[in-house]
């Protein structure tokens, strides 16, 4: 229970610095526009650096 517990408040923490994050460099106007562009630039951030760990795997 106590690791439900912890990996709540990890989540919670992240969304909430995300969002933290997009509001100091969007503004409350254009809050949800923002949202949508900073979360495409980690989906795709997160998604070259998967690429770039399973590309030596195939190689061997």
């Known amino acids: 229970m106590a690791f439900l ?3 709540f408040w ?3 923490f992240v969304v909430l610095a995300f969002c933290f994050v ?3 460099q969007y ?3 254009n809050f949800a526009n ?3 562009k900073e ?3 980690a989906k795709s951030f997160v998604v ?3 690429e770039k760990v399973e ?3 195939k190689q061997r």
């Open 5 to 7: 517990r912890g990996l």
């Open 10 to 12: 990890l989540v919670l």
């Open 22 to 24: 997009v509001l100091f």
């Open 27 to 29: 503004g409350p106007q």
């Open 34 to 36: 923002g949202f949508q």
């Open 39 to 41: 979360f495409a630039r």
């Open 48 to 50: 070259k650096q998967v």
């Open 55 to 57: 590309k030596p795997k």
